[in-house]
């Protein structure tokens, strides 16, 4: 080996080793058993959310999450941008009407005003601040959800991690939604006295009381009327993890779009690069041989 074999080649090993102590030394939640890896369409470089996914999990939050928890990052005009459940500006216009927002700015009086929400608006939070969002929540403030499809993580544990790092799994956030959602026990073992026991929570015991139920949301119908999808707590759980993945990240499409168009651009450009330099040597081989 040369010494740049070398060096090469010890850079490798250092980087390795690197990724293995950092996936080793954070610590698992305690006691919590790892939520299951679910099936995402918006997994891996290639990825992109289901439209009709993202319809039903916004139905999901809109009709069950809404009344205890905020999302305040977006805006209703973001349902409607490409890469997202891309409802018609008509349906986000009249959603929005639908909510109180509090005006920016006071009217001529000096009042601070509610008016009906336009599309420009953020999602109004359920609570007026923290200290009332806990009082009515036994202690315990619901989080806002704008960024709880990124939020939560977790380590998955040996071998999984190695795996993990080949295969680019990110979807600790909704795995680990999806497994909270479903993860209610209904007879809690005995001496338990939280509000509700939920398998995969820290300690198990959660503030929120199970939000979900079976045939709780009524989903679009196929020609026969059964639901497309199962109106289950399974499925509500996945929708409704799917819509936060999103709401957490917006441009997610976009993103890996540009990214797999940089690496394209950069194997074409190697390539080129490697004839240029084969013709710029040409002669001076020529040359030396001669
Ligand atoms: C009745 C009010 C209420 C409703 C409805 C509700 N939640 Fe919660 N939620 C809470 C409270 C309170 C907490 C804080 C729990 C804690 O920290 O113990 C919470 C916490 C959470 C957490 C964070 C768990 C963690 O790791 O900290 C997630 C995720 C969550 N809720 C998702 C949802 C989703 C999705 C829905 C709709 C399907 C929903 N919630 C509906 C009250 C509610």
């Excluded at 080129?272 to 002669?283: D, E, G, H, P």
């Amino acid at each position: 080996m040369t010494k740049k074999n070398l060096l090469v080649a010890g850079a490798l090993l250092a980087t390795l080793g690197a990724a293995l102590i950092g996936g080793t030394s954070a610590k698992a939640a305690e006691g919590a058993p790892i939520p299951p890896a679910q099936e995402w369409s918006f997994s891996g470089a290639f990825g992109t959310f289901d439209r009709a996914q993202l319809q039903r999990g916004f139905k999901v939050y809109r009709e069950v999450c809404s009344a205890c928890h905020g999302l305040k990052y977006l805006s209703f005009r973001n349902l409607a941008q490409p890469g997202g459940p891309e409802f018609s500006e008509e349906q986000v216009k009249a959603l929005a009407a639908e909510y109180q927002v509090t005006n920016a700015t006071p009217n001529d009086e000096g009042e601070i005003f509610q008016r009906p929400g336009r599309p420009a608006d953020r999602f109004p939070s359920p609570f007026a601040n923290d200290a009332q969002a806990a009082y009515a929540n036994g202690g315990k403030a619901p989080p806002d959800l704008s960024l709880m499809g990124k939020a939560r993580t977790y380590e998955r544990g040996f071998p999984l991690f190695i795996i993990d790092m080949f295969s680019q799994y990110q979807e600790q956030a909704p795995d680990y939604i999806h497994a909270i959602m479903t993860g209610y026990v209904e007879h809690p073992p005995e001496g338990f006295s939280g509000v509700a026991y939920n398998k995969y929570f820290l300690n198990n015991a959660i503030a929120m009381v199970q939000p979900l139920h079976d045939g709780q949301v009524e989903y679009p119908k196929n020609a026969d009327g059964r639901a497309v999808v199962p109106e289950t707590i399974d499925q509500y759980g996945k929708d409704v993890a799917a819509f936060l993945v999103w709401a957490a990240d917006p441009h997610m499409e976009a993103r890996k779009r540009l990214g797999m168009q940089a690496i394209l651009f950069l194997i074409v450009m190697s390539g080129l690069m490697y004839f240029t330099k084969k013709k710029i040597w040409k002669r001076a081989h020529a040359e030396e041989h001669a």
